[in-house]
């Protein structure tokens, strides 16, 4: 793996070029890392994955705790790992235990043995010893270590608990030196900016290749967030790639940017499909009339609403990926209304490719040292129709 940073913007708002073996050219950041279920886009089947946009669209999050079932570590060790045994030899993987869908940290069963998850086969304790060895037989580009990842409600003194563990799982799981690709650092702190600052010192004198930040999306408010991720990135190494996960709102992703962060997570665009929301806010700044479109927040629309039964237009025009090229709101209105599971491939295509195109406006918006400009007009666009709307309420 090698990673450079080619541009800054605003101050810690920065344009880098990831490089991984196995895709076919450098992923430019900030960049998505896709959600997956056991390696594979939660709809998108693998003989479409072509019709996403390229290099962009071959990072991919897995959660090595989705294959506690299933086959056992031993047999994908004798497969050849994840891109063997899922055939995408030209993807990169990157391995957090945490997914936000169906692997979630459940802070009061963790001890200073492992951390708990709710899984897909109940609540397991994986300790160091045991992660690893997940690693080892998936042999995934990336992969972070394991975190006792903490929501913002907890006391003080649970909240130092678990940065003690993180840097001693941490330690461990170096020493296991495991199969695995390069090991980004897990850190950790909850609402804390004093925990959050000594995670982060401790991690950064460790010899990693970049760092996951953890404990995101677990309570905090908008407002909380810029201290706490502020905290982390001036401590951390500047040419070393940062990657966080829990935050997914494009508003979310921005406030990330802001503060040097170069890969997230792609949860958001799950729910989002999951929920039959397509998203259609314009990626070139210029203001969406949404007069037509009942349900819209100018962010996204809601396909199962009856106005759009008849509609034969896209879900945005002059959009270029596979589902507005070939298929109609009306038609997906219709699949989504008979629970056809074409509907959700055919949005999770279309929102995929929608939020690539928003990270690709991001990144110009840095490389052009406009990204404070970009991003006070989409969150101000954001917040007057919020406002407008709550006014046409109370009328």
């Not at 009061?108 to 899984?119: D, V």
């Not at 650092?185 to 401790?202: L, P």
């Amino acid at each position: 793996m090698k990673f450079a940073v080619k541009a800054w913007s605003s101050g810690k708002a920065r344009a880098g070029v990831l490089q991984l073996g196995s895709c076919p050219g450098p992923i430019e950041t900030p960049s998505l890392l896709l959600s997956t279920r056991k390696g594979l886009p939660h709809f998108i089947p693998p003989d479409l994955l072509y019709s996403l946009p390229s290099p962009d669209s071959h990072l991919f999050h897995v959660s090595s705790l989705h294959f506690l079932e299933g086959l056992s570590p031993q047999t994908i060790s004798k497969i050849g790992g994840l891109h063997q045994m899922l055939g995408l030899p030209e993807h990169g993987f990157v391995c957090i235990p945490r997914d936000s869908i169906q692997c979630l940290p459940e802070c009061n069963s963790s001890n200073k043995f492992g951390a708990s998850f709710e899984t897909p086969c109940g609540r397991r304790l994986i300790k160091p010893v045991e992660y690893v060895e997940l690693i080892s037989s998936l042999r995934p580009n990336i992969w972070t270590t394991l975190a006792d990842e903490v929501p913002t409600w907890v006391s003080e003194k649970r909240n130092k608990t678990s940065v003690d563990r993180t840097i001693r799982w941490l330690d461990e799981c170096i020493a296991l030196n495991p199969a695995g690709g390069p090991v980004f650092g897990s850190i950790v702190g909850g609402c804390s900016v004093k925990e959050r600052e000594r995670c982060a010192q401790e991690v950064a004198r460790r010899n990693l290749s970049g760092y996951w930040i953890g404990g995101f999306g677990l309570g905090e408010s908008m407002d909380e967030r810029p201290a706490l991720l502020n905290a982390v990135t001036d401590i951390l190494q500047e040419e070393k790639p940062r990657l966080i996960t829990g935050l997914g709102l494009p508003e979310e992703i921005l406030q990330g940017v802001a503060a040097g962060i170069d890969v997230f997570d792609s949860t958001y665009l799950c729910h989002l499909t999951l929920g039959g929301f397509a998203l259609t806010f314009p990626l070139d700044g210029v203001e969406m009339n949404t007069s037509d479109n009942i349900g819209s927040d100018q962010t996204k629309i809601n396909l199962r609403a009856t106005v759009y039964r008849k509609d034969i237009s896209p879900i945005v025009e002059n959009c270029n990926c596979y589902t507005c090229k070939n298929h109609t709101k009306a038609y997906i209105n219709h699949l989504l209304n008979v629970h056809e599971m074409l509907a959700q491939t055919l949005l999770e295509i279309h929102n995929t490719h929608h939020y690539i195109g928003f990270f690709r406006s991001v990144r110009e918006a840095i490389k052009s040292g406009n990204f404070e400009q970009f991003r006070q007009k989409f969150v101000e666009g954001r917040c007057y129709h919020v406002a407008a709307e709550a006014a046409a309420a109370c009328m």
